[in-house]
């Protein structure tokens, strides 16, 4: 079942929105569309907005009706602008945007034509580029785990979340493809529980044992010493080592800190932002109330109660044991030793 793909000129996306109890996909032929889809979560997970949005702009150029480059570009700036607009927090919406710009700006000299073919291969080019990204993340952190291991993780860092594979997923399919007789603990992840509905579904089909908890029961867990390691993903790391990730991370940081519990993050480096400087600059998504008034369609709170619903929290540098990238693991990260990755 593949997340997303390319076919006729249009983008489809798996719709998320319905699964683990229906597969189907939601066929984008514009950018708007793909902004929509952004929006509403048919697509969601750091790596796989960014690939969409990749494909949404070459949507734009294909919808273009200029003649001139310089009115494409215009076109192709806006729809970026929109697409951006859609998920704040997760940075590979920004960095596949920026990506297929600068592919524009490389073939301006050339025709519209041209431009926008390029755009179509290098929307492939990102989605194949995440699939092997995340399988070189697996490769790496397989090390990082020893046969037997019972790993928690929160939210969904898998293929659904990436154009295939997977980050924190991908890490545990490869110590399972290893022989390793991992096992997981999924937390349901409120309140859109991707945990629940996503994680499971993805790992039970690949035949890794997993559990599904409530996300405050981690807390027990840890205590009665059944967590050998958590490993979640994230949606931007700023260049102090800092992370965003789903809401719900952070706790558990300060739970693997305190038993003594290793703290692993998986993530691409287009989840890096080194324009910021640490966790209190990176924008938080707050989410409809909804989302927390209703379970599926089902009213559970009174009228007009008052919500709050932040869609993501921040991991300081300190809690987190790795990091681990595409190009290797950065053990205990902090701002030297992100630097020291980039410069390479
Ligand atoms: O709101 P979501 O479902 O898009 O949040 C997803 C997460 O927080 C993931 O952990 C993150 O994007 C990394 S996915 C490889």
Redesign the pocket.
């Known amino acids: 079942m593949k997340t997303l793909f390319w076919n006729e000129n249009k983008l489809y996306l798996l719709d998320q929105r319905k699964l683990p109890h229906e597969t189907s996909y939601v066929i984008c032929a514009d950018h708007r569309a793909v902004a929509a889809a952004i929006r509403n979560?048919v697509v969601?997970?750091?790596?796989?907005?960014g690939v969409a949005a990749a494909y949404g702009m070459a949507l734009a150029a294909m919808q273009n009706r200029s003649s001139s480059i310089a009115g494409l570009l215009a076109v192709l700036q806006s729809a970026g602008n929109e697409l951006t607009k859609t998920?704040p927090t997760?940075v590979?919406l920004r960095w596949a945007i920026e990506q297929m710009l600068a592919k524009a700006k490389q073939y301006s000299a050339e025709s519209v034509a041209v431009i926008t073919t390029q755009l179509i291969s290098e929307a492939e080019t990102i989605a194949a580029e995440d699939i092997k990204i995340n399988r070189s993340i697996g490769a790496h952190g397989a090390a990082l785990i020893d046969d037997g291991a019972r790993i928690l993780t929160?939210?969904?860092?898998?293929a659904l979340?990436?154009a295939g594979y997977?980050?924190?997923?991908g890490v545990i399919f490869a110590a399972h493809a290893k022989g390793h007789k991992v096992s997981v603990f999924a937390c349901e992840?409120r309140p859109?529980l991707?945990g629940a509905r996503l994680t499971t579904w993805e790992l039970s089909q690949a035949g890794v044992p997993v559990t599904l908890i409530v996300d405050n029961a981690a807390g027990l867990l840890f205590q009665r010493k059944m967590i050998d390691m958590v490993i979640?993903?994230?949606?931007r790391i700023v260049a102090n080592g800092d992370v965003a990730?789903?809401i719900g991370?952070y706790p558990l940081s300060v739970l693997a800190a305190e038993h003594g519990v290793p703290f692993y993050v998986?993530?691409p480096l287009s989840?890096f932002d080194l324009t910021l400087s640490s966790r209190e600059e990176i924008p938080i998504?707050e989410r409809s109330s909804r989302e927390i008034t209703h379970i599926a369609e089902v009213k559970i709170t009174g009228d007009e109660i008052s919500v709050y619903n932040p869609?993501?929290d921040l991991t300081p540098a300190e809690k987190i044991s790795a990091i681990i990238t595409e190009q290797g693991i950065i053990h205990r990260p902090d701002r030297g030793k992100i630097a020291e990755l980039f410069a390479k």
Do not use: H, W
Request: proline fraction near 3%; aromatic fraction near 6%; include cysteine.
């Open positions: 979560m969601r997970g750091a790596p796989a907005i998920r997760a590979n929160l939210c969904n860092a898998g979340a990436t997977g980050t924190a997923l992840t859109y991707q979640v993903g994230a949606d990730n789903k991370t998986a993530a989840t998504e869609s993501f």
